[in-house]
C-alpha cells in the first residue's frame, strides 16, 4: 500500500511541482493503521492531506504523505427538529454538503463550493458566508498517532476560533482526524446576515436551496476553480487589530472597512482590501499572481515555482506591514511550516 516516489503535482490545488520520497492513498483504517507503522518504525516524517486545497508545498517531502480517503456517511434522527450526521474524512465537503441539502438535512448551504475534505474542516474550521463548520459540528473522531488510540472530542475540546481549532495548536501534528458528527437542522433556517449574500438574494424569501445556489454563483464569480487556475482560497487570515490601531487607519484611508469583534474592543479588517490598497492586485513573482478578482488569493498563473509563490507572499506580507503596520497571517499551511523570523 505504500508508494515510492509520488507526484504531488494533482494532489495540490496550488498545482505546485513537488513529491514524496512515501507516498499512502489511505482509503481503510487498516491502510492507514499501516502506513503509520510504516512511518514510526523507520522513524519519518508525516504529512496528512486531504483535498490539499490549502496547502503550500515548498519542496520535495522526505518523508510519507498520507492521503486521507477515508469514505461513508451516516445519519441518526435525533428528534423532530435536528438530524446527527457522521462523515467520514475523505468525503469531499461540496459532495457532502449537496448530499446534506439533498437529505433535507440543513445548515451548511453556507459552505457549499468549498474546496477540500469532510476531515479537513475542523482544522481550520472553514467558513463562508456568515457561517463556520464549526457551528454544526458536534464531535470529531480522531486518532492519536503515537498510541494508535481513538478518541471522541466534542465541540467544546475542538475550542473552535476564526480559522483555527485545537487541530492547529495542541494537538497539531500528533492527531489524525477519522471523522466528523455534525448536527444538522431538519427545518429551513436561512442565514443571509453576510452582506454579500444578502445582496444577491434582495427581495427573495430563499430556502436552503437558493443560498446553496447564490453561495456557489458568488464563489464562482469571485474565486478561481482550482481545476482551472491553481490556488488555495484565500492565502491569508483576515487581520484583526485594535479599535484603536482601527481608528488610526480610518485617519488615513477613510473607506478602509472593518467589522467589530465580538469583545467590541478589536475589529477584523478585510485583508484583500489592504492588499489592494497596497497595489498587489493583478501583480505577479515570476508564475505566482495575485488574482484580479480577489486580491486574498494568489494564483498559479503560469507554471509558478513554490519560490514564486513564497516570495509574492513574502513581498506582500512586508508591503502591508509598511503601509499600515498590520501583520498578515498565512492561512494556508505551508510545509515547511511558515515561520515569522
Ligand atoms: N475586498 C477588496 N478587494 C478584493 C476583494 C475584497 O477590497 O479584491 C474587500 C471588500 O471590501 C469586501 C471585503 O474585502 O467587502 C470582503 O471580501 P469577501 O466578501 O470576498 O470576503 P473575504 O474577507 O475576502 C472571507 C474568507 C473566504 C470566504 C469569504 C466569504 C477569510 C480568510 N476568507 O474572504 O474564505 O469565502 O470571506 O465569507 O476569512 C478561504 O478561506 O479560502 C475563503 C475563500
Given at each position: 500500500?505504500?508508494?515510492?516516489?509520488?507526484?504531488?503535482?494533482?494532489?495540490?490545488?496550488?498545482?505546485?511541482?513537488?513529491?514524496?520520497?512515501?507516498?499512502?492513498?489511505?482509503?481503510?483504517?487498516?491502510?492507514?493503521?499501516?502506513?503509520?507503522?510504516?512511518?514510526?518504525?523507520?522513524?519519518?516524517?508525516?504529512?496528512?492531506?486531504?483535498?490539499?486545497?490549502?496547502?503550500?508545498?515548498?519542496?520535495?517531502?522526505?518523508?510519507?504523505?498520507?492521503?486521507?480517503?477515508?469514505?461513508?456517511?451516516?445519519?441518526?434522527?435525533?428528534?423532530d427538529d435536528s438530524?446527527?450526521?457522521?462523515?467520514?474524512?475523505?468525503?469531499?465537503?461540496?459532495?457532502?454538503?449537496?448530499?446534506?441539502?439533498?437529505?433535507g438535512?440543513y445548515?451548511?448551504?453556507?459552505?457549499?463550493?468549498?474546496?477540500?475534505?469532510?476531515?479537513?474542516?475542523?482544522?481550520?474550521?472553514?467558513?463562508?458566508?456568515?457561517?463556520?463548520?464549526?457551528?454544526?459540528?458536534?464531535?470529531?473522531?480522531?486518532?492519536?498517532?503515537?498510541?494508535?488510540?481513538?478518541?471522541?472530542?466534542?465541540?467544546?475540546?475542538?475550542?473552535?476560533?476564526?480559522?483555527?481549532?485545537?487541530?492547529?495548536?495542541?494537538?497539531?501534528?500528533?492527531?489524525?482526524?477519522?471523522?466528523?458528527?455534525?448536527?444538522?437542522w431538519r427545518q429551513p433556517q436561512?442565514?443571509?446576515?453576510?452582506?454579500?449574500?444578502?445582496?444577491?438574494?434582495?427581495?427573495?424569501?430563499?430556502?436552503?436551496?437558493?443560498?446553496?445556489?447564490?453561495?456557489?454563483?458568488?464563489?464562482?464569480?469571485?474565486?478561481?476553480?482550482?481545476?482551472?487556475?491553481?490556488?488555495?482560497?484565500?492565502?491569508?487570515?483576515?487581520?484583526?487589530?485594535?479599535?484603536?490601531?482601527?481608528?488610526?487607519?480610518?485617519?488615513?484611508?477613510?473607506?478602509?472597512?472593518?467589522?467589530?469583534?465580538?469583545?467590541?474592543?478589536?475589529?477584523?479588517?478585510?485583508?484583500?482590501?489592504?492588499?489592494?490598497?497596497?497595489?498587489?492586485?493583478?501583480?505577479?513573482?515570476?508564475?505566482?499572481?495575485?488574482?484580479?478578482?480577489?486580491?486574498?488569493?494568489?494564483?498559479?498563473?503560469?507554471?509558478?515555482?513554490?519560490?514564486?509563490?513564497?516570495?509574492?507572499?513574502?513581498?506582500?506580507?512586508?508591503?502591508?506591514?509598511?503601509?499600515?503596520?498590520?501583520?498578515?497571517?498565512?492561512?494556508?499551511?505551508?510545509?515547511?511550516?511558515?515561520?515569522?523570523?
Amino acid at each position: 500500500m505504500i508508494q515510492e516516489h509520488v507526484d504531488l503535482q494533482s494532489l495540490n490545488t496550488f498545482g505546485l511541482k513537488a513529491s514524496a520520497r512515501y507516498f499512502c492513498h489511505a482509503d481503510s483504517e487498516p491502510v492507514l493503521n499501516e502506513a503509520l507503522r510504516f512511518a514510526q518504525t523507520r522513524d519519518l516524517p508525516l504529512l496528512v492531506i486531504g483535498g490539499g486545497s490549502n496547502l503550500l508545498l515548498r519542496e520535495d517531502f522526505s518523508g510519507v504523505v498520507i492521503r486521507m480517503a477515508l469514505s461513508g456517511i451516516a445519519h441518526e434522527v435525533r428528534d423532530d427538529d435536528s438530524v446527527c450526521v457522521d462523515a467520514a474524512s475523505g468525503e469531499n465537503w461540496h459532495d457532502f454538503v449537496a448530499h446534506c441539502l439533498a437529505q433535507g438535512w440543513y445548515g451548511l448551504e453556507n459552505l457549499a463550493l468549498i474546496p477540500g475534505s469532510v476531515g479537513a474542516a475542523p482544522i481550520q474550521n472553514i467558513g463562508a458566508y456568515g457561517v463556520e463548520a464549526g457551528d454544526f459540528i458536534e464531535s470529531v473522531r480522531v486518532l492519536d498517532i503515537a498510541t494508535g488510540q481513538q478518541q471522541t472530542l466534542s465541540r467544546e475540546a475542538c475550542d473552535f476560533g476564526y480559522r483555527d481549532s485545537v487541530f492547529k495548536r495542541s494537538l497539531r501534528g500528533n492527531t489524525l482526524i477519522l471523522g466528523v458528527r455534525f448536527r444538522l437542522w431538519r427545518q429551513p433556517q436561512p442565514n443571509i446576515r453576510y452582506a454579500a449574500l444578502a445582496e444577491s438574494l434582495r427581495g427573495k424569501q430563499p430556502g436552503p436551496q437558493e443560498i446553496f445556489d447564490a453561495v456557489c454563483a458568488i464563489r464562482r464569480s469571485k474565486l478561481p476553480d482550482p481545476a482551472e487556475l491553481g490556488n488555495a482560497g484565500s492565502f491569508f487570515k483576515n487581520p484583526v487589530i485594535s479599535a484603536a490601531h482601527y481608528a488610526r487607519l480610518q485617519q488615513v484611508a477613510h473607506d478602509i472597512p472593518g467589522f467589530v469583534s465580538g469583545d467590541g474592543h478589536s475589529v477584523k479588517v478585510p485583508a484583500a482590501w489592504l492588499i489592494e490598497r497596497a497595489g498587489w492586485k493583478g501583480r505577479s513573482v515570476g508564475g505566482a499572481a495575485v488574482y484580479e478578482r480577489q486580491a486574498l488569493v494568489i494564483v498559479n498563473r503560469d507554471h509558478a515555482s513554490a519560490q514564486d509563490v513564497v516570495t509574492l507572499a513574502t513581498e506582500i506580507m512586508a508591503s502591508v506591514r509598511q503601509q499600515f503596520g498590520v501583520a498578515l497571517e498565512p492561512e494556508v499551511q505551508w510545509v515547511p511550516p511558515f515561520s515569522a523570523t
